[in-house]
Structure formats: structure tokens, C-alpha cells
């Protein structure tokens, strides 16, 4: 299997303010076709530590993928740095130039000498055009290393790879083809699922799995390596299916949707529309059910009932039973979803109410309780959960609640 | 200035899906004390990697740090690797191993032959307890240089950095010692902004003045370098100051707050109460709002009115009016703005209808089309936007838009 590196260019990712993400987009580009990425390095507008990475990534890799650098300022090394390292000389191409000053002078610039920087060329190496950009990349075979510099925006350096680098990569990667699944679940521990579906995937020995949690949810990525696209799917799709089919109702998606976009074409399918009602997670389960596009077909609206005032104006929960019961409690959230459902004429009313903290937890609701309503035309429900973390963890997760009890309840 | 490598170790982070961010932090608290972090590197859970990444950094780094690879399984390198590249020996150490065996036991498992492994200790290292976790972090001097070994999760290595090695940080970086500053600007642009401030922080070359540049806003850092905290501090509030009469109502913070904080402090201090009504931000601005604890102070509630009988049922806008002018309108912004501030009984009612697209624009109304609509007792306003970008950056954009609408006409 080829072994590539990953090289990001510019003194901003060193500081504590931005991190390299250009490296998660070419990394699924490049495991697509069975190359491995070994090591990811972050360097500044440095030449010596830049000069070390490139000389030590051209002993111990295949394949060398570098990202910024390339601009017009003094800062921008890559190409310099990278012609002494390979003994090259730098020769200015007139072709970049002057497509360069048609490009400056169409927007009403004159070129500086700072620009004709761009248009430096190391011997021997190949030009990848730019169409977003001024900075074009460059591609070199370094005894039988292939190296590609790229510009450092990812609507510069995405169609660049695409289009320039990726066919190349095909031939050199000699027919290894990779497919992949992800599989989305969620309201099961960790572990638990772990023992109900390491028996299944460790049988398949040609496919990688990982597994990864984040805040609400499990993700259980599969890649499966064959000599052809076909085999390779036809591998994945077998495990996919044989876990999603173990899994059941805990695996909402088997081909990497968000639980927003699987419960918008759910509710579009059976022709039902939802509102919702929010209190602790301020509009969070609005906001993320409208991600979608088209979502207007299957959401009417949202009431963010952060007060009490707008639980009794909005939704038309009593003061009673506010006094009564707390505004965080079972009856008040069977209400709300009761309220939210009137008001609009939706088939399915949700709501959240509960304490994301810090403060406002007692002994009796503590911080991290969060009450789930329903209604719909024959009732209303309610379900309460304790969830952990802090404020925005707790409405994080108490926003994805919400959405897997309607799917659960309606849409499985 | 002493030089600083981050070492993240783990295959996880070579994947497409995660990225490494512990070294954001490591960065914040090596930078505060004056010490540049020049290199940072990714390796899997690959020993000859690994290897050559921390020989390598031995030569060249004054302080390194490395998270992750100390866990109890065969993939947890880190410990071995590094005894090997110091030719020292790996000896089992008996306090932390009764130290695992009474965490397991407490919690009703068994002591394994892999979580022994956990207490194996390089000859000359010192333990870096965690409470936090079953991995101790490890300490040690390698020919002048300093080597920090700690386990990968934030909620163990943080607090761990913090107490066991600071002080020793503290005392190698000499009194260097760094003040920082963030301003927050928004609704200007890069090059105009530049223009207006950047014959001010040319003249305080003892501070790095770093401009980034996020979705709807910019951000700058300042940074202040002296021998003690209180002149470091002195010199960037000097900066901080300057900067903030020049930039004037274009600077929401100069402290670092994010823009909810800012117009929640306001609110709060003016005695106003916000509600909003939201079309094509579904309940963003909300949920913004609703991020900052205690929010229920100012902040009443929200009308998602994702469809037109959303607006009509919830916010009182006639149907008449729809059919007039649009639901991306001025009027439509300003009759959803007064709905919301009747209802809720609110000081001021701030609104947001758009097209955030894909789908859904035309000549007249261009994708990215968004209308703001504020209402108070004196009478009701509209403003229209044209904001680029793709779907979910026009619905960010909006939201940041209609929160500084709020705070440039009701909070300066």
C-alpha cells in the first residue's frame, strides 16, 4: 500500500486559534484509493523546519501532499523552500505570468513584483492551473516521489486535487479501490454496542472498521479494499447490512445521513408535519431540523418558549400548572407539545424543556434534566432524561433526544 | 524564546474524521508564557513513526509535548517507544500499579495484564498523577531538553498540564512573560479594516498583532511580550485601547466575548427584553442568544415561523400581506418583528426572513436575500441583505447580522 504524507504551510496553524482541516478532506480523498495516510505535519513560514520536513518526508514516504504557502507575500516559502531541498532551479513561467496580470488587471490591479513571486516554476515540475485563485499548484516526480504543492483555501486546492492530481493517483495506487459505509446510532452505550457487533465485523477481516462517539451519537465507519470498485462495494454493503440488521431500531442511518435529514424525509414519506416547542435548547431542534433544505414541506414552525411568560402567551400553558408542577416537569412539556401542535395544526407536536446549567438545578431537578413531550391527535407523553455534561453538551444532546423519540415513536 | 514541538499520537487522527485539538490549548498555555510552539506532528499508533518524530525532535525542540498512545491496549505505544529512543529502561512502578488496581476494583472490574502496563516508567521520569483517569502522565529531562508525556483526553491532560507542569514551564521560560488581547469586529471589510488600523499596531513592534478572519466576523489577537505579566499587560491594553476608539462601533468586543455575551450584558444593563422571530434562520439567532447562561433575564422567546402559516397563525402577518409583497420582504420583516413584540410583550421585537437557498430564489429575490425587521414602541424599520456564501453560511451571516441590527441601534 502507497504511503502518503500531509504537510500544512502557514504560521496562523500554530497558533491556538486555527487548526489544519485541508488534511481531513485529502485523507478521504486519498484512503479512497487504498493510499495510506503515515504522518500529518504542521509547519510556519519557516525555511528551515520546512526545509527538514519536506528532506525527511521525501526519505520516508510515496507521496507528499502540501497545503498554503504558495501566495504572493514574503511568507509564502513553499515553492522556494521546496527547490533547494530537491537541488532545482526556480525559472519564472511566462504562461503564469501572464495570465496572472490579465487576472489582476480585470479586477482593476496592477502587478506587483510581490505577485510575480506566483509565477516561479522549479525545473522539471508541472503546473496545476489555478481557476479560483491567483497561487496555481505545482506536481513533481522526486526519484519516483510524487510531490503536489497546493494553494491552502479548499475552493483552490479541492477541484485542484480533483482534476490535476486524483487521476495520477488512480493509476500509481495499481487498482487497489476502496468503498466505504457509515452507519449512524444512537441511544446505545458504547460498549454495549460493541458486544452486540464485534462478532459480525471480525469476521470480515479485508474491511477496516472504526468506531468513534461523539456527543449524542456512534459513528461505525466501514472500508472494505478490493481490485475493483464493485467487489469493494459489494463487501461494505454486505457488512453494512448484516450490522444495521443487528443493530435495528439503535442505527438511524446506514449511509451517513444526520438524524435531521432521515427524519425530514420520514416525516415527507408519510405526509406528516411536525412543530416544535423549546425551551431549554433555545431553538436548537428548529435550527437543525431547517438545515435541510426543502424542510418547509414537513416543519411548520418552532415556539422558543424561553420564559414563562411565553410558555402561558405562545403555547397557552396554564399559571396553574406552572405553580403546580415546575416549568421543568413532565405535565408542563406534554402541554407545551399539546400547545405548540394547536397553535399550528401540525400532525406531531415536540418539546424540550428542561435545565442545561450551571445554575437553576435543585436536589429534586438537577442540572442535566430534561423533559421530552409529544402530542399527537389521540394523546400526549412525556419522557424524562438525566443527561450529562455542561450547558451546551446538555442541549446538545437534549436536542438529538427529542428528534430520536419522534422517530422512534413515528417514523421507524 | 524557548521552542516548543506538539507530538499528537494516535491513528484516529490520521483518519478523515478527526482532527487533532489538543494542541489549541497546549498552544494557549506554551504562548502565555513566551514559549513559540515552531512544529507540530500527527503519527499513528506506529512505532517506527513515532520514533523518528521524537529523535527528530529531540534535536531540534527545546520543550516537547505529546498527547495520547498511554492507554491500556497493544496500540498504546508512546512509553515504549520513548524508552527506546532514550535508551532507558522500563520499570514497573509499584504505587501507580497499586494505584490502578484500587480505581479498577472500586469501579468492579479486574486488574489485566494490559492496564499493568499503565505503570511501566521510563528510568528517571517523574509521575504525572492522574485523578482524572487510569493513565499517569510522564516527565523527563533528556540532555537539557524537556519531554512531557500526556494521555489524550482534554479532561485528563489539561488539569495535569496545568499543575505538574507549568510551574516548571514558568521557571525555563525566564520572566519572559505575554499579555493578549481579542478584539471582535464585524460588519466591515479585511482590506478596509487593515487600511484603518494597521498604521496603529505597526508602531507597537513589541506586540503580534494577528488578524483572522471567520464566518461573519474578525478577530484580532494581540499579544504582548515583557518581563513581567503586569508591563506585558500594560502594553496591550495601550494597543487594545487605540484600536478601539479607531474602529469605533465596528468593535463589539475588546475582550474576547462573543456577540450574544455582548448585546446579553446590554440588555440586561438597559432593562430591555428581546424576542425574535425567525423564517430562515430557524431558530439560530435563538439558540445564539440562549448559549449564554442566565439569558432568561432579556431574552423572552422565539417564533420559528418556518412556514407561511407559521407567520400567520404565531405572528399575526395577513395572509393579504403574504400575497402582496412576498414572504422575503420588507414588510413581511417588519409585520413579523411587531408580531413577535405584541405577543411576548417584549422591549424590542427583531426579525429575520430570507432565502438561504439552494433552491428557492429568482431575479427579483436572489438567493441569499434576507430582509431584518426590528419593532419597539416607537415604530418598526427593515433592512435588506445580499449574503453570499452556500446555505448554512447565508443562515450564520443572517443571524450575525440581526444581532448586531440589535446592538448598533438599541445598545451603543
Given at each position: 500500500m502507497l504511503k502518503a504524507e500531509i504537510i500544512a504551510i502557514g504560521s496562523e496553524l500554530l497558533t491556538p486559534y486555527r487548526?489544519?482541516?485541508?488534511?481531513?478532506?485529502?485523507t478521504e480523498r486519498l484512503n479512497s484509493i487504498g493510499i495510506h495516510v503515515h504522518l500529518k505535519t504542521v509547519v510556519g513560514d519557516d525555511e528551515a523546519r520546512l526545509e527538514e520536513t519536506l528532506s525527511h518526508a521525501l526519505r520516508h514516504s510515496d507521496i507528499i501532499v502540501s497545503t498554503g504557502g504558495l501566495g504572493p507575500t514574503e511568507d509564502d516559502i513553499t515553492r522556494k523552500v521546496f527547490a533547494r531541498v530537491t537541488n532545482r532551479q526556480l525559472k519564472l513561467d511566462y504562461e503564469i505570468l501572464e495570465n496572472l496580470r490579465q487576472r489582476?488587471?480585470?479586477?482593476?490591479?496592477?502587478?506587483?513584483?510581490?505577485?510575480e513571486r506566483q509565477a516561479l516554476v522549479p525545473r522539471g515540475a508541472t503546473v496545476l492551473p489555478n481557476p479560483n485563485g491567483t497561487a496555481p499548484g505545482l506536481k513533481l516526480d522526486e526519484d519516483g516521489k510524487l510531490v503536489i504543492l497546493l494553494p491552502g483555501p479548499p475552493r483552490e486546492n479541492q477541484p485542484m486535487f480533483d482534476i490535476c492530481v486524483m487521476p495520477e493517483l488512480e493509476k500509481l495506487s495499481r487498482g487497489i479501490r476502496i468503498a466505504t459505509r457509515l452507519l449512524k446510532v444512537t441511544g446505545?452505550?458504547?460498549?454495549?454496542?460493541?458486544?452486540?457487533i464485534a462478532p459480525i465485523y471480525q469476521q470480515y477481516t479485508d474491511?477496516?472498521?472504526t468506531v468513534l462517539f461523539t456527543n449524542s451519537e456512534i459513528e461505525i465507519h466501514l472500508a472494505a479494499q478490493a481490485e475493483t470498485l464493485t467487489q469493494a462495494q459489494a463487501r461494505v454493503n454486505e457488512l453494512a447490512e448484516k450490522l444495521e440488521e443487528k443493530l435495528d431500531l439503535y442505527c438511524y442511518s446506514s449511509r451517513g445521513e444526520m438524524l435531521e435529514e432521515v427524519i425530514g424525509r420520514k416525516l415527507k414519506l408519510k405526509g406528516y408535519r411536525l412543530a416544535t416547542a423549546e425551551s431549554c435548547t433555545g431553538g436548537l431542534v428548529a435550527e437543525r431540523l431547517t438545515r435541510i433544505a426543502g424542510a418547509s414541506d414537513y416543519f411548520i414552525g418552532s415556539v422558543v418558549s424561553y420564559s414563562n411568560e411565553a410558555k402561558m402567551g405562545l403555547l397557552n400553558v396554564t399559571k396553574e400548572m406552572l405553580d403546580r408542577s415546575g416549568a421543568v416537569s413532565g405535565e408542563v412539556a406534554e402541554a407545551m407539545a399539546r400547545g405548540i401542535k394547536e397553535q399550528t395544526g401540525a400532525t406531531i407536536g415536540v418539546s424540550v424543556t428542561g435545565i442545561a446549567g450551571p445554575g437553576g438545578g435543585s436536589d429534586a431537578v438537577p442540572v442535566g434534566t430534561v423533559y421530552i413531550g409529544l402530542a399527537d391527535d389521540v394523546g400526549a407523553s412525556n419522557k424524562r432524561l438525566i443527561l450529562p455534561g455542561d450547558r451546551e453538551l446538555i442541549r446538545a444532546r437534549a436536542a438529538s433526544a427529542a428528534l430520536e423519540l419522534v422517530r422512534r415513536r413515528y417514523l421507524l
Open positions: 487548526v489544519d482541516t485541508n488534511s481531513l478532506w485529502l489582476m488587471e480585470s479586477r482593476g490591479f496592477k502587478m506587483t513584483p510581490n505577485n446505545i452505550g458504547e460498549s454495549q454496542m460493541d458486544d452486540m474491511i477496516t472498521t
